[in-house]
């Protein structure tokens, strides 16, 4: 078919239906798997929450109750124990001075939520399937394998997590490859939960925020931080005298809060309501109330980075190794070992957290931090596993038994945590920790980059698609967050001053940087930089160059 046919395709007279166009590509019924279902999905939608229909007002309390859920799943991301050691190093050595990156890290956060919200609700598909459909079978699995990749990263360090809170928690009586152990049965007792109804397990994450902000509000109460300067560090966006610790701090803070599998995440998440995609009010509707939704889960996931923050900042800020010895000698604490008797700054992460914590305000505040991060890895550690299945269901068109996938996808990503929790001591986790949130770092624009393309064609989105405002600044942004990202990689991989691996490492990025480049060639063609349209596939028209089989299984009954 000829680009012109396939033009002309497009401007038939079709049948509308509460004013959305409903030909063959419309996006509003999603296309069908092209594997046959033999039985229904069950990764969380076992049951739709129904949306009140009889609610006439401009807002509806009722209406966004109806929605809540989805937008706090997707904020537990911003609260997992990897943020939540950035938060706390940024405290300590850079005291109030980065809560601005922070801020601005977390309102790009919710843009790019917002876009991954709108994909999922105006297609019914998330991201991962719809990438299935739109890219060849290489690049395909390449983008599946990256994401994955992203997945088994976040999870190391969730579990650990895990890990050392309940090593905390058990004064050293639990090691580490036994809280790793711990973690990986609870994990699956509470994803099986929501057969006992969506909602239930909605509540039990919200129940694990709220114990998270129980826990970080009374450390903040307790060290009582100077509020004017947290305002100024939040709004004032400068960093007096700040160096080079001080800026690779401030990357790792975006690298940190913008995760890759969070955007498949909450993609997905969002087919959890009931919504009739074919009738343009309640998508318009459905997309209102998740951003509302997801602003309320981000604001308040962000006090509770902001907590962490400042408990370090107003008590940690410029500490040295020696200070925190003698305090730890004097309260008789038996973790005076961790910091060396020498003048240099403190670091922590967040087991040395616990510890000055306790040898600065006594065991209960030790017990109450490690409830925190006991609460804050659970949860991430659920989502992640969400997030796994969701990827490999979606790429790899998987149908399987729900064991059978849950057991597949948490093998994949605890096997490696396993391994480190058994050959790796609960003190020196903290270059892994950098290792890792490196890895994540890497696989960011596989996220981003499909997500801007897919939500900027009128072949999927129909009327959502983005304008060019949304076009344009969510390129720039996209941009910015790579940028920042790919920085704070090269700094991590100069500091190992190792040639043999710098000559593999840029091996790696000719390829790494390859497949980039193809992605972001597609992206731009789909945001309509129409001189980049060239060759066999790109020859079609720009907002259907990227549909690959979906002639067949978007026709939307009439």
Known sequence: MTAEQEGDLLEEDSPEENGVQTNQYSSISPPSSPVAQDEPFSTYFEDKVVIPGNVSQVFSFRKLWAFTGPGFLMSIAYLDP???????????????????????ATVIGLLLQRLAARLGVVTGMHLAEVCNRQYPTVPRVMLWLMVELAIIGSDMQEVIGCAIALNLLS?????????????????????????????????????????????????????????????????????????????????????????????????????SRDIDRKNKNEVKEANKYYFIESTVALFISFLINVFVVAIFAQAFFNRTNIEMNSQCNATGSPHAHLFPLNNDTLEVDIYKGGVVLGCFFGPAALYIWALGILAAGQSSTMTGTYSGQFVMEGFLNLRWSRFARVLLTRSIAITPTLLVAIFQDVEHLTGMNDFLNVLQSMQLPFALIPILTFTSLTSIMNDFANGMVWKISGGIVILVVCAINMYFVVVYVTALNSVLFYVFAALLSVAYLSFIGYLVWHCLVALGVSCLDFGSRMSRHTDIYLLTDMDSDTLVES
């Not at 973690?183 to 919200?206: C, H, M, N, P, S």
């Not at 007096?240 to 790792?252: K, S």
Request: proline content about 4%; overall charge neutral.
């Open 82 to 104: 990897g943020n939540i050691e950035s938060d706390l190093q940024s405290g300590a050595k850079a005291g109030f001075k980065l809560l601005w990156i922070l801020l601005g």
């Open 171 to 271: 004064m050293g009586s639990i090691p580490l490859w036994a809280g790793v152990l711990i973690t990986i049965t609870d994990t699956f007792v509470f994803l099986f939960l929501d057969k006992y109804g969506l909602r239930k397990l909605e509540a039990l994450f919200g129940f694990l925020i709220t114990v998270m902000a129980l826990s970080f509000g009374y450390e903040y109460v307790l060290v009582k931080p100077n509020q004017a300067e947290l305002l100024k560090g939040m709004f004032v966006p400068y960093c007096a005298d700040c160096g080079p610790v001080q800026l690779e701090q401030a990357v790792g803070i975006v690298g940190a809060v913008i995760m890759p599998h969070n955007i498949y995440l909450h993609s997905a998440l969002v087919k």
